[in-house]
């Protein structure tokens, strides 16, 4: 059974050398992602929640660092964390792409 699906996975190569330029690339693009991943989802821990919804029942007003939240650490973690994902999204779809048959035989 191992055999089949080993079969149905592969992608027939011409030569030995294609074979591990797909494998390191796949084997980089992965190991890539997963630190992008891990990085986006720590980022995402790191930002206070929005309770803003909250703070106009209790009648609070905007502060300083409110009006200045473009150069807040807030900002910056966001920022990072669109970063992150922007390259989990673009290496996803790279991975994809190389995942073609056509482009490898």
Known sequence: MQDFI????????KNATLEKV???ICFALLAIMA??????????LLQPSN???????????????????????ESKLKI??????AVLGVLSVVLFILQI???WT
């Not at 080993?6 to 190569?13: C, N």
């Not at 630190?35 to 995402?44: G, P, S, W």
């Not at 309770?51 to 650490?73: P, Q, V, W």
């Open 6 to 13: 080993t079969a149905l996975l592969a992608i027939p190569y």
């Open 22 to 24: 797909h494998d390191g």
């Open 35 to 44: 630190i992008a991943a891990i990085a986006a989802i720590v980022l995402v």
């Open 51 to 73: 309770s803003e919804g909250l703070d106009a029942l209790g009648g609070s007003s905007e502060t300083f660092y409110g009006k200045n939240k473009g150069r807040s650490i």
């Open 80 to 85: 990072w964390t669109y970063v992150c994902l």
């Open 101 to 103: 048959e056509a482009i």
